[in-house]
């Protein structure tokens, strides 16, 4: 009985943590108490500040900057670690996490373990000048952040963070006032949202591990965008490709989008196949046109 009502108070934990992930970091003396991060689960990438606080970090004479020497591979922004309970998974296990200094896991069997690989910082608004003091420009591979209120600050820490010609960002969860603030700061730096001319076969993130949330935004440089198309042309479905050239077409980077035609050509029954559903796609847009010129 005692183990059945620990899987459900558990699983009540995931599930609240899945709705949407409110912030809400433990006590200074909770944090200190705490036991350490699961590297067992979790991939050990020796951050030196992971078990410091903000404050004490601040007090150094001479701060080690992450993504200095060599691009980082993959950070989740306000982060736990793997979380891995029942049927929910979440969090990435190869990944830093920047949190909030005091934060402690909040769900699944690490419950009130410190975080693994955790980037802190004192705030969970303001902490722009925190992370650009621990986090070089343009030296992030991949961004996720998942269920999580997405701020100004946040967001524009991630447009600086990312690396802007082969990075990408990834959004996962339903939080609709996080796409707006996410979307302006990455059209500033021209990285568009991707997700609907990224099928299965383009996906990159089997490397960082399975997640139980939905992605609601993959924003990529126009630049990634046609390097994955082009990648794997003989393997990738017609209707992908033609998904890649039409959103390369909407977002205005005609030039890319030629290019992966030109690109399909040297594959003469895809790039059949490929221009006959273009040639269909157009006809349909003409009659929709007519009709709605008619009404």
């Excluded at 100004?152 to 082969?166: L, P, Q, T, W, Y």
């Excluded at 500033?188 to 992605?215: C, H, Q, Y």
């Amino acid at each position: 009985m005692k183990k059945v009502f620990m899987g459900m108070f558990m699983s009540l934990l995931l599930f609240i943590w899945a709705s949407g992930n409110v912030f809400s970091a433990s006590r200074p003396s909770d944090w200190e108490n705490a036991k350490g991060p699961n590297y067992k689960t979790n991939k050990e990438l020796n951050y030196p500040y992971s078990d410091w606080s903000w404050s004490s970090i601040n007090k150094e004479k001479s701060i080690k900057k992450l993504g200095v020497n060599g691009k980082i591979k993959l950070i989740d922004f306000w982060g736990e670690g793997r979380i891995k309970y029942d049927k929910t998974i979440a969090g990435f296990p190869g990944a830093y996490n920047i949190n909030h200094q005091y934060q402690l896991v909040s769900s699944g069997p690490d419950v009130n373990k410190k975080i693994p690989n955790r980037i802190p910082v004192s705030k969970y608004d303001g902490f722009a000048e925190e992370l650009q003091t621990l986090v070089a420009n343009d030296s992030v591979f991949a961004i996720t952040i998942m269920n999580s209120p997405i701020n100004e600050d946040c967001a524009s820490e991630i447009a600086r963070m990312i690396d802007k010609k082969n990075g990408i960002v990834i959004f996962y969860g339903n939080e609709k006032s996080s796409n707006k603030n996410l979307s302006k700061a990455m059209h500033k730096i021209g990285m568009r949202d991707f997700r609907d001319a990224f099928p299965e076969n383009f996906k990159s993130l089997d490397t960082f591990g399975e997640v139980s949330f939905n992605i609601n935004r993959i924003y990529l440089a126009p630049a990634e965008m046609y390097r994955i198309a082009t990648t794997k042309i003989s393997t990738t479905p017609p209707d992908a490709l033609v998904k890649a050239i039409n959103a390369l077409d909407k977002f205005g980077f005609q030039s890319y989008s030629s290019s992966l035609r030109s690109e399909i050509k040297k594959y003469p029954q895809k790039h059949k196949e490929v221009e006959n559903i273009l040639k269909e796609q157009a006809h349909k847009n003409q009659k929709k046109a007519v009709i709605k010129k008619e009404l």
